[in-house]
């Protein structure tokens, strides 16, 4: 009997892929798992095994991963110590439970050494871990998902801003829609050819912030302007409207669910080219090609950023 096991399916990403999955495998070969029980409710109404799966106790992850075919390893929505030692719980207990295979949802040009973002520590890290284990892998290396920015720009609209300001100067990302990214996610737990893959998983096209900007003002018919700052300039900016530096801080005031440290240094990141990877992997994965932004706007309400759901 085929086990498939999907952690995190209460995420906004892990319930795409919840979605996604079901179309591809039949749900007698589905495991979801979740933090809280309250979340794995309508899976059950619809005949799929839940558990709920604790990341902070091994023994526990152990018993949910038992001689798995596949385990889906969302990255954790919270950064630094906490989240690396979440994701060495679970490929420990994966090695432990004799999982034949794990799949992890990294980021773009994860593995450089010079790679600016405050996140890829995390992400590095534990692809680091899982190379050096027994387990077969398949990482997912993810562009920026355009929902953080689609959501931006109409915070910036409703706030009748005339200016968005960012640190990502001429640089150009290969914006992808998280909807993409989870169904590209969902094709890889289908999937049994591939082994020890690192696969980039890019959107349609590269482009500059301002590119995003002019392609948002067509389908909306506003004409936002775009303000390159500096790192400092953008942190002070972030902290004048409240934006928490770090996932410990209080979003609850914050118009942006999102973390300044990690935005900045993201947009160091786009400025310095390490998101502009020209290689995608997304199509020979999925057998489609990506949505493009315009078509995002076309439906915007589809692909907004969503609440956190953060839990340690």
């Given at each position: 009997?085929?086990?498939?096991?999907?952690?995190?399916?209460?995420?906004?990403?892990?319930?795409?892929?919840?979605?996604?999955?079901?179309?591809?495998?039949?749900?007698?070969?589905?495991?979801?798992?979740?933090?809280?029980?309250?979340?794995?409710?309508?899976?059950?109404?619809?005949?799929?095994?839940?558990?709920?799966?604790?990341?902070n106790s091994q023994e526990n992850l152990v018993?949910?991963?038992?001689?798995?075919?596949?385990?889906?390893?969302?990255?954790?929505?919270?950064?630094?110590?906490?989240?690396?030692?979440?994701?060495?719980?679970?490929?420990?207990?994966?090695?432990?439970?004799?999982?034949?295979?794990?799949?992890?949802?990294?980021?773009?040009?994860?593995?450089?050494?010079?790679?600016?973002?405050?996140?890829n520590i995390d992400h590095s890290y534990t692809?680091?871990?899982?190379?050096?284990?027994?387990?077969?892998?398949?990482?997912?290396?993810?562009?920026?998902?355009?929902?953080?920015?689609?959501?931006?720009?109409?915070?910036?609209?409703?706030?009748?801003?005339?200016?968005?300001?960012?640190?990502?100067?001429?640089?150009?990302?290969?914006?992808?829609?998280?909807?993409?990214?989870?169904?590209?996610?969902?094709?890889?737990?289908?999937?049994?050819?591939?082994?020890?893959?690192?696969?980039?998983?890019?959107?349609?096209?590269?482009?500059?912030?301002?590119?995003?900007?002019?392609?948002?003002?067509?389908?909306?018919?506003?004409?936002?302007?775009?303000?390159?700052?500096?790192?400092?300039?953008?942190?002070a900016y972030f902290d004048s409207i409240g934006?928490?530096?770090?996932?410990?801080?209080?979003?609850?005031?914050?118009?942006?669910?999102?973390?300044?440290?990690?935005?900045?240094?993201?947009?160091?990141?786009?400025?310095?080219?390490?998101?502009?990877?020209?290689?995608?992997?997304?199509?020979?994965?999925?057998?489609?090609?990506?949505?493009?932004?315009?078509?995002?706007?076309?439906?915007?309400?589809?692909?907004?950023?969503?609440?956190?759901?953060?839990?340690?």
């Amino acid at each position: 009997m085929v086990k498939i096991v999907v952690n995190g399916v209460d995420g906004n990403f892990g319930s795409q892929v919840a979605k996604c999955v079901q179309e591809l495998l039949p749900k007698e070969a589905l495991l979801f798992t979740a933090p809280r029980e309250e979340a794995l409710k309508s899976y059950q109404e619809r005949g799929i095994s839940t558990v709920v799966a604790d990341f902070n106790s091994q023994e526990n992850l152990v018993k949910v991963f038992e001689n798995a075919d596949k385990v889906l390893l969302i990255s954790m929505p919270f950064v630094g110590e906490n989240r690396r030692k979440a994701h060495q719980n679970v490929v420990e207990a994966c090695v432990k439970a004799n999982v034949k295979q794990i799949i992890y949802t990294s980021v773009l040009s994860a593995s450089h050494p010079f790679n600016p973002s405050i996140e890829n520590i995390d992400h590095s890290y534990t692809e680091a871990i899982i190379q050096n284990s027994p387990l077969d892998y398949i990482f997912l290396r993810n562009s920026l998902f355009a929902e953080a920015f689609i959501s931006d720009y109409l915070r910036a609209v409703n706030a009748k801003e005339t200016t968005i300001s960012k640190n990502m100067g001429d640089g150009r990302v290969w914006f992808i829609s998280r909807r993409d990214a989870a169904f590209a996610a969902s094709c890889a737990l289908a999937n049994d050819l591939l082994h020890r893959e690192i696969l980039n998983i890019n959107g349609l096209e590269p482009l500059s912030y301002q590119d995003f900007l002019d392609i948002a003002n067509e389908a909306t018919g506003n004409s936002i302007t775009y303000t390159k700052l500096t790192d400092d300039e953008l942190y002070a900016y972030f902290d004048s409207i409240g934006v928490p530096r770090d996932t410990n801080g209080d979003f609850s005031k914050s118009p942006i669910q999102a973390t300044s440290e990690g935005m900045v240094s993201f947009g160091t990141t786009v400025t310095q080219g390490f998101l502009d990877v020209p290689v995608s992997d997304f199509v020979k994965l999925t057998a489609r090609k990506p949505f493009s932004l315009a078509e995002m706007f076309e439906n915007v309400n589809n692909y907004l950023l969503g609440d956190r759901h953060t839990v340690e």
